[in-house]
């Protein structure tokens, strides 16, 4: 079981918005860490899509967004397009286990 | 460009040990923080073990401690994780993560990977 919580998988035809949440507790994105998302295309390492909630890294087109409110996080990708389909996972740092941790990872398919 | 590349990954049998290596560039391997995340077949990233940059602490998941160590050498620009009493839920991809932010940070950088797999 993952410290973080995401759904196994959603679904998007081309074009819409679809949205992938993360949910942690009071050790971690409920004590105000950061939340932090990538994406993970089959057979590569997983690559760095937002950062602290809602800051893109250079080159990630703005079609991707991160927010956070309470214990919860959420990615949203609008104008899906075929080249989105990957994994996604969340991260954050937990204080009671002194380390990072990650959601369990969410798997977009582009219909 | 920053470049991560790991290696030491072979097959190792249930109690076996293993050392792994990253070989860090492009970037001033003395002023970050440095990862290692595994990720088992068909399964999600899991953090297993951070380094602070000169070294001084050390952090582990629960699920290696007391069996895996990880350790530096910022002359060699060089992160290691050396993994003793190995089980067969080790075997993952081992990635190398460089952090922003310190410990509690993001990962900006990956390597690509070195495959561990325990098994007789």
């Known amino acids: 079981q993952s410290v973080l919580t995401q759904p196994p998988s959603v679904s998007g035809a081309p074009g819409q918005r679809v949205t992938i949440s993360c949910t942690g507790s009071?050790?971690?994105?409920?004590?105000?860490?950061?939340v932090h998302w990538y994406q993970q295309l089959p057979g590569t390492p997983p690559k760095l899509l937002i950062y602290a909630n809602n800051n893109r890294p250079s080159g990630v087109p703005d079609r991707f967004s991160g927010s956070k409110s309470g214990t919860s996080a959420s990615l949203a990708i609008t104008g899906l397009q075929a080249e989105d389909e990957a994994d996604y996972y969340c991260q954050s740092y937990d204080s009671s286990l002194s380390g990072s941790v990650f959601g369990g990872g969410t798997k977009l398919t582009v219909l | 460009q920053v470049q991560l590349v790991e290696s030491g990954g072979n097959v190792v049998q249930p109690g076996g040990s293993l050392r792994l290596s990253c070989a860090a560039s492009?970037?001033?391997?003395?002023?970050?923080?440095i990862h290692w995340v595994r990720q088992g077949p068909g399964k999600g990233l899991e953090w297993v073990a951070a380094i602070w940059y000169d070294g001084t602490k050390k952090y582990y998941a629960d699920s290696v401690k007391g069996r895996f160590t990880i350790s530096r050498d910022n002359s060699k620009n060089t992160l290691y994780l050396q993994m003793n009493s190995l089980r067969a839920e080790d075997t993952a991809v081992y990635y190398c993560?460089?952090?922003?932010?310190?410990?509690?940070?993001?990962?900006?950088?990956w390597g690509q990977g070195t495959l561990v797999t325990v098994s007789s």
């Open positions: 009071s050790s971690n994105i409920g004590a105000g860490y950061d």
């Open positions: 492009g970037f001033t391997f003395s002023s970050f923080v």
């Open positions: 993560a460089r952090s922003q932010r310190g410990h509690s940070g993001y990962f900006d950088y």
